[in-house]
């Protein structure tokens, strides 16, 4: 058995009598704390959000297509090269 980091941090959440009362049978289900039943539910959903927001597969096809584009010189944006040249409202008039 593995030992586990120590647990430091804590999360309070509300949750409705019916919620409570589905967490509490799923975590029975499965013969654990329903502390840990809803971490362990918790983190996976959580790592399968950030997933797609850290690593992307394409094909080979996609994947030369996007080594061009990021290759590829910038495109002249008129109205961003203008907001870029107004003064920043948070830069002071004065240096």
């Known amino acids: 058995m593995t030992k586990q980091p120590n647990r430091t941090e804590k999360l309070d959440i509300r949750l409705t009598p019916k919620a409570k009362r ?13 502390s840990e039943f809803v971490l362990e ?8 959000t950030l997933a797609d927001r850290q690593r992307f597969g394409l094909d080979a096809e996609r994947w030369a297509a996007f080594l061009e584009a990021l290759d590829a010189p910038p495109r002249d944006l008129p109205r961003v090269r203008r907001l870029f040249e107004e003064p920043s409202p948070f830069e002071s008039g004065s240096k």
């Open 22 to 34: 589905t967490l509490q049978a799923a975590a029975s289900a499965e013969r654990r704390k329903v």
């Open 41 to 48: 539910s918790a983190l996976a959903h959580a790592e399968e």
